[in-house]
């Protein structure tokens, strides 16, 4: 239900701030604020939202800034982070993804249809997992702990990459098309950039190394264990 979602709202102009919780608060959601990118990392480590929309130009400390250190903070590895701002170019969009982000809207945006998107974004967040760890090639995912295991080392990683390389290793050797990765990662309710994907896979490789994720052209992705023993 609605009121079991805490959801933090980061913007530095108070009358942005004032429509959007008036907004969520009638419908049941329990809405907190912040008005710079420090108030919202102090907040967010109290309040351990479900989901933060947050402003990307901000006094003190900035929205990309704010979403790294939050990234950061294991116990708010669930969490996920939109950010909310006027800025749509294209570049935008890819340096959230780089810091973390979940999802990018633009504003000005109808109540009616941001509260459609919380509703989505909150499906993801609520969706089952099979606490089951999965092994592949010296690589462990632990869905339980939302944790990487490579050769013994612990590797955090943000929300969707590691459900991208869940999803990739889940079948080693089977060809994920973009489509489909977006289906099962990002949600039907859920529009990202076309280059989301490929920010994603360089940000994985540059964890794990260049020999697990491989690419094949026009189509998508596939995790391949051959790759590692060549």
């Known amino acids: ?10 913007d530095d102009e108070e009358d942005i701030l004032d429509l959007l919780e008036y907004n969520l608060v009638k419908e049941g959601f329990d809405v907190y604020t912040a008005q710079n990118g420090k108030e919202a990392v102090k907040k967010a480590k109290k309040i351990i939202p479900s989901i933060i929309l947050m402003d990307v130009m901000m ?19 669930d969490t996920v982070i939109a950010f909310l701002t006027a800025r749509g170019e294209d570049y935008s969009q890819i340096a959230g993804f780089e810091v973390g982000a979940d999802d990018y809207i633009t504003k000005p945006i109808k109540p009616k249809v941001l509260v459609s998107k919380i509703r989505g974004l909150l499906r993801r967040v609520t969706k089952e997992e099979v606490a089951e760890d999965l092994t592949v090639d010296g690589i462990t995912i632990n869905r339980e702990r939302y944790l990487v295991i490579q050769d013994g080392n612990e590797i955090i990683l943000p929300k969707k990459e590691f459900e991208l390389l869940a999803l990739l290793m889940s079948k080693p050797e089977k060809v994920y ?14 529009i990202v950039g076309d280059r989301t994907i490929d920010v994603h896979i360089r940000k994985l490789r540059e964890k794990i190394g260049d020999n697990f994720i491989k690419t094949v052209k026009g189509v998508g992705y596939k995790f391949s264990i051959k790759s590692s023993l060549s």
Not at 1 to 10: D, G, T
């Open 1 to 10: 239900m609605a009121e079991s979602h805490k959801i933090l709202l980061v």
């Open 59 to 77: 006094p003190e400390m900035d929205g990309m800034e704010a979403c790294e250190e939050i990234r950061k903070i294991e116990e708010l590895n």
């Open 177 to 190: 098309t973009r489509e489909k990765i977006f289906s099962k990662v990002w949600g039907h309710d859920i």
